[in-house]
């Protein structure tokens, strides 16, 4: 059991392709993800300080609504919010189709993948408004930069983000003793959403030796994390709580209270053997196994223990591992997996990724759901479920035969041979049952389906 | 899936191995004949738009003059016009509404917060991290896999929890040639997981209305699954979900919900909020044509919403985010024909934050009585376990 090319595309990558070649070892693959990143440039996404104009825009919207009500102008600035929003849903779908792009063409698959999985262990979406489309200007601005270095300045990027701030209520947290909470008392008091979900889902784990003390006097040392509309992230020091906070046995906090404070916060729990140990076998169970080989986590956890969370070492750690390449078949693929390793296989051209809004719907986002996944509008700060049994339901498998035989026909008129696919999406040894249901189908479509709803290519 | 709940009861497990969460299948007693439907209006209901106090004095100062075309009900209440097909469910004592009700959820007013203190069922938000529907699914007795449906796209966290539940959507169609049908079983068979949950599948699907096997054209295969998969607007989603709920119902299933979206009427909410309760009315017609009257008599469909609207009309005819709003309650089971509430009147004074309607009755006490007339559930299991820190009051008497 070691290094395979083609199970590297399946397990660590996007898919095999037809065009794109798949990396020959676990040094390239670290070598492409530590290098520069040429599929995000050829087919890019708004960043979030971009994005920022269009909650600036509503901002001032907003305002003008208030100052304006029951005049005849209010019904204009409603049209233009309408129009704010609208233009953001707009986007959101072009950015859908960028990441589908990325994914059909990329020869770095193993960052796209890492992007989706720290994505959706830093969950945050945007509650009302046009922020509701900022999931993938958050992933690219905070996410996706940050994915091959320390964890710790991942943790600090996503943790601290104006959309993390606002998803997990941090943006209203004063501390008790605050001057803002003792000027309007009853008003404004501590909201421990973002320091629990710090603790419980991004750094220690459910399991972690943390206290509810912890957990509020973290909170108390978050107080002041804000942002602004215009500047983004903020410290407002009229809602820190004054004094030093006790975290895990760590005093923090500096008389003149600040983002340092937190930071050093951040970093020491980014360090800590449970953060290690959790994270490590996340990664684990993402892309390996629902159970992981022991021997695969204590190697990761100990080379982020040696290099304080150096998230390549981890990788490298994990890629190395003969247990990383045990013979498929392995997890499920998540509905975006699936979905985006079917393109790259199909070999999908960018044009045809570029749909209408409401041709994405028909053929992405509404199939999608039906998998289980509603893109970018997550259940809560958790993300997606790990475990393949929340994945193989009715619905689900339903979901993915319809979409394997209706959908890769308008994505691509000219479907390849069914007999020729077979070894296009699965490899050079697909099994004797897919074989024989690619022959004996009736129809392109047909063929093309069987082999895409096949459990050789839904799981990795 | 809530699965939040889901990895936090996977994780929990060992703990409350000896609860009977766990073990949902194993209960004594004999399995309830009574159904219940839960359908989540997601928006906001604007109660106030749909049973109008035309009685109230300060009508008219809040909403202005009634509508003639409204439907009388009881001499103070009339119906939305759009409610019209449901007259005569409330002339046979079938439809009831309770007035001037809501969560404990106050102040903020979003939906967000608020549907999750709706399906989550407790006092406050975070307390807790399953649904309320799923909590009751413990105490019901006799309750095996198939008793509970969550039936649509929505993820539906009010059926989220340590007891399993069925999930599918109408929307989650398939048709096939008997052909493909054979080879998808086929290539399954290297999977047991997959294959079992394709086989259900299989059958679900048949059960929903038209059959998986399809003897047609490709063409014509394609048009009719661009079809299915185009349906989630408009009308026959919602009695797409009815009539399988229905099927369901009609079978070994006892317990059903799914959600009914457009209610966040803050804009021309005359049109806005017709086209909603249309949808709604068109779901318990459907209920009821779907079941047969044995059933139909032991069924109770319930629907609820996060809040209420504002009291008065904004500047754009609509209503902004409230407090107070109604619940509707429709079936055979019901001892109906009545609004049921402890009406706080429309003057300013007597409005929540001099704004919203005021909530004179935690809505879960009425979700409460009416499970324990349905399933004899023990009034600490409710006020303790399914609605924690619910006081369950008197009985309003919702059931025959």
Redesign the interface.
Known sequence: MSFDPVLADIRFGCGLSPTVSSPQSVTQMLENLRGPDLIAAQYPIETFPVFRERVIERTALRRDLKAN???AK??DI?QALARNNRAGRKGAVSWLAAHLQRRTRTADGFRERLEFFWGDHFTATG??GVLQWAGSPYTESAIRPFVSGKFENLLISAATHPLMVHYLDQAVSAGPNSKRAKRKPGQFGLNE?LAREILELHTLG??GPYTQDDVRQLAELLAGLTHSVKEGRKFRKDFAEPGAETVLGVSYGSPNRGFEDIEAALRDLARHPATARHLSTKLAVHFVSDTPDPMLIQAMTAAYRDTDGDLTAVYRAMLTHPSAWAPA?GN?KLPFDYITSACRALDVMPRALRMKEKTM??RIY??M??M?H?WQRP???????E????W????????R??WA??IP?LLRPKLPDPREFLTTALGPMP?E??A??AE????R??GI??IL????F??R | ????A???N??VGCSVAASPLITPISFAGAPTDNRLVVILLRGGMDGLGVVRPHGDPDYIATRGAPDRRALDLDGFFALHPALADLMPLWSAGELSFAHAVSTPYRDKR?H?DGQDLLEAGSVAL?QVRDGWMNRMLAHLPGAHLDTAYAIG?D?L?VLSGAVPV????P????A??P??IR??H??????P??AA??T???E??DSDGDAVAFEGT?REM?SM??A???R?RGQTAEVGLAKFAANRLSGASRVASFSINGWDTH?RQERNLARALQSLSRVIVTLRDELSPHIWQRTTVVAVTEFGRTARL???QGTDHGTGGAMLMAGGALNGGRVITDWPGLAEADLYDRRDLMPTRDVRAHLGWLMRGMFALDRSAIERDIFPGLELGDDPGLLL
């Not at chain 1, 259940?379 to 479920?385: F, K, Q, Y």
């Not at chain 1, 004996?440 to 129809?443: D, G, M, R």
């Not at chain 2, 899936?1 to 939040?4: D, H, P």
Request: hydrophobic residues 40%; neutral net charge.
């Open positions: 009500r029951g005049t209010s019904d409603r509650k009302a959403n459910v399991d078949p499920i719907r028909r509404t199939p759901q039906l289980g509603q259940d809560g700060p958790d993300g997606l479920e475990l393949d049994a929340a193989i339901t009715p619905q689900g498998m339903a979901a035969l319809q035989i209706a026909q099994p049952r897919v024989f249901a004996a189908a009736e129809s479509a047909d389906g069987l709803a096949s459990p050789a839904q799981r | 899936m809530n699965r939040r889901f990895l936090r996977t994780l979003s967000f975070n796209n993820p966290p069925k999930r599918w959507s929307q989650a169609d398939l096939l040639s052909q493909a080879l998808a086929l290539v399954m068979e290297d999977d997981a997959m949950a394709l259900e599948a299989f679900l699907a490709p394609m699954m661009a299915d998969t185009r989630p804009a904004n500047g754009s």
